[in-house]
């Protein structure tokens, strides 16, 4: 099963990365635990994973005033990975866009 959503690709994340050379995000599923988000990034990407710290974010309300009135919704919750490879190694994101 596929734990790995998206990698994080953000201003605040490449400052992160900038700071930490083997530092990347990802957006993951709810129910990922951290061995399973490990797991599935050194098969992915081919690299060796040192730590992977997890986050939960809770789904926001928002509203917005239009013509029709006052809309209301919720936006969704998610979990973020930040995961720490061993020195040395690195993840291209962008190395298969034509």
Not at 12 to 41: C, H, S, W
């Amino acid at each position: 099963m596929a734990y790995i959503i998206k990698p994080l690709v953000t201003e605040k994340m490449n400052n992160i990365t900038d700071k930490r050379a083997n530092r990347y995000g990802f957006v993951v599923r709810p129910e990922a635990n951290k061995l399973q988000i490990k797991k599935e990034v050194e098969s992915l990407y081919h690299v060796t994973v040192e730590d992977v710290n997890t986050m939960r974010y809770a789904g926001k309300r928002s509203s917005r005033y239009t013509k029709a009135g006052l809309i209301r919704g919720q936006k969704n919750a998610f979990k973020k990975a930040i995961v720490t490879l061993k020195d040395g190694e690195a993840i291209d994101f962008y190395s298969n866009i034509k």
